[in-house]
């Protein structure tokens, strides 16, 4: 049995519905250590031979036997092995591929094997000085002769160390010195025991060999035995795989490395897109946080008054005031640090200072609702202490209202007794301190109150209670929602609740909103990104089709084609996601430097989250746009690839 048989091989080529054979019915048988010499006239089917037993067309009929085993039922993956393995493509026109120095262009070959990193490079590095190309191994393929790139190819061939060198017109673009070289190169792969098939129209290549075959109109018209062939070589010991991952990137960087200008041009524009995205995103924040750092430093955010849900006309104070059943309700609720009792008095009060008075329109006890930084200077009160607002301050001592710190002032009270009919109440306070005017109203504590209304032998009860939530604000509405719930005998809420937390946390779920929509809207932008993206990727793939022919002679799968655009798009989108990133941040630290010197905060706050976000998006976003340039590549037939100018 022969090292390589071909029986009965026919193909045809169909225009419309007619057919025009071109191989009909061959049978052919070669050995290793076999030169042999396929000669005929252009158009006589000589490529297209050598195309079917390189693996590259398995649409004929008849059959390719290898060893005893048939190649014609093989699947697209088995035919990339064979070539991997077993073939070696030298071709007429070089076919190197032109972003890849001489030295790279021979290790995409040994990419595809199972040596380290170091063994392909001295592996290539001894195939090029095997072809004397020691001194060129830096050089891109436009540096060197026709001589020259043919060697580099020869060289590219030897790499996985194939049984089988296919020569297509090894030597047609090559003067004679050139030609008569070359053909010494592959007489001596011959003489190593490798089978070489070299396809040609010339009878001086052809008499080099050990046998001619010449093809004429499709079928055998002559087998000739020039000598004896040389001893048979020993079985490829080299594992092969197809390109891995690591070895697509590192192709695409350096294609994009080979068209540096217009990926630039293509990093910047996409990276415009993911810029504004993450603006928006960090502006969001900062506005987000400068109105809570605003309100913060006002009020207390995690504490809640609640008062009894009750008409405006009512006076039935057990309706209104707060009942220890409601206390210890309000006290079991998640989240619910503790509860407080408080008063408050609507109108009737007045307080005096010398000469001066001032009516008080609104007065309740101190309680957590009131920060105590929002205490200008002074203290909070204690029992048989006041803290005025410094309006209330100022209507008692206009030109120095903190002096009254420290001084007694009298309170005055209107209510009724028990028996409904009007007294005033007083009591002598210290002023412990001034707040904000804005922070709300005059306070003193609940005991300081209870102590005032005993001395008319009036006993009251809390009519509002004052909840302290803890951790953070969000769970603020958690509470209130419970609080909420509580309803009474018509289905009424039982409760009011007075507070911030609430608010604020509405408030930034609708900045959040509006940050989205206009982060949104910047986004707009990726899409003309990714668009831009689909079409470079098209127009790489379309021209680096001679390149995917190439990979695929070489072995590599469609898997390998497609991981080598996505390769490209994952740059793309990382490039550019890290300029997007770095103008994100350049632009922050001018607009912080701005606002610190106007409002005294950063109103861009660009956070981790948000730089990854961007990074994702942007790498997701170009990985989308290459799914159809990348697949394009991947369905290119490698023969016409290979052909394609």
Sequence with gaps: MAYLELHDIKKSYYLGSEEFPVLKGLDLSFEQGEFVSILGESGGGKTTLMNIIGGL?????????????????????????????????IFQNFNLISHLTVLQNVMVSLEMTTLNRKQQEERARQLLDQVGLKEHVKKYPNQLSGGQKQRVAIARALASDPEIIIADEPTGAL?????????ELLDQIATDGKLVITVTHSQTVANYGTRIVRLTDGKISEDKQLKEPYRSGNENELTTHTLKFGATLKMALENMKYNLKRNILIVVGAAIGIFSVIVMLGLGNGVQGYINHEIYSQVNPN??????NVSSDSSDMDKINMQTKDKNRLNRIKHVKNVQDGYYVQGGSQLRSGKKTAAISFMQTFNPTILKKSITKGTAPKNGEILLTKEIAAKLNKKHPYSLIGKK???YQNTLNKQKRPVTLSKTLTVSGVAKANTGSTSITYQTMKSIYNTKKISIKPNFLTLEITGSVKNVKPVQNKIKAYKNGKHKQLYTITGVGGFVDTLNTYINLAVNVLATIAGISLLV??????VVLYISVSERTKEIGILRALGASKGSIRNLFFSEAFFIGLFSSILAIGLAEGLAAVANHIAQSGIHYQIMQISAGNLLFGLLVSIVISLLAALAPAGKAARLDPIESLSYE
């Design 57 to 89: 067309d398995s649409n004929y009929t008849g059959d390719v036997v290898l060893n005893g085993n048939s190649l014609r039922h093989d699947t697209n993956k088995q035919l990339d092995a064979y070539r991997r393995q077993t073939i070696g493509f």
């Design 529 to 534: 990104s990714a668009i831009m993206i689909i």
């Design 409 to 411: 002032i009298t309170f």
């Design 303 to 308: 504490a809640l008054q609640i008062t009894k």
């Design 175 to 183: 003067d004679s010195q050139n030609t008569q070289e070359i053909l």
